[in-house]
């Protein structure tokens, strides 16, 4: 299952673990949040999934892929 959100505060954290906990894949978009609130949102968010072993990758601005820890996550560059 992959959770999309487009979280508008700090509390939404914990349901954002709350799905990786569930091992499913989340894509946050923070931008509807204040740089200050979605910095502490993405710091908590990547801790937790390191804690549970997942990954954390940045793929746009403001947007996140967090996976649990059987989905990895492969980065490429577009090809030219």
Known sequence: ???VMHPKSFNETLAAVSFL?????VVINVTKMSEN???RFVDF????AYALDG????V???IFVLTPSHIGIRSRNALS
């Not at 906990?21 to 894949?25: E, F, G, H, I």
């Not at 968010?45 to 937790?48: D, E, N, P, V, Y």
């Not at 990954?55 to 940045?58: A, D, I, N, P, V």
């Open 21 to 25: 906990k569930l091992r499913s894949t």
């Open 1 to 3: 299952e992959v959770v």
């Open 37 to 39: 609130e979605s910095q």
């Open 45 to 48: 968010i990547s801790g937790s």
């Open 55 to 58: 990954y954390q990758e940045r």
């Open 60 to 62: 746009g601005e403001g």
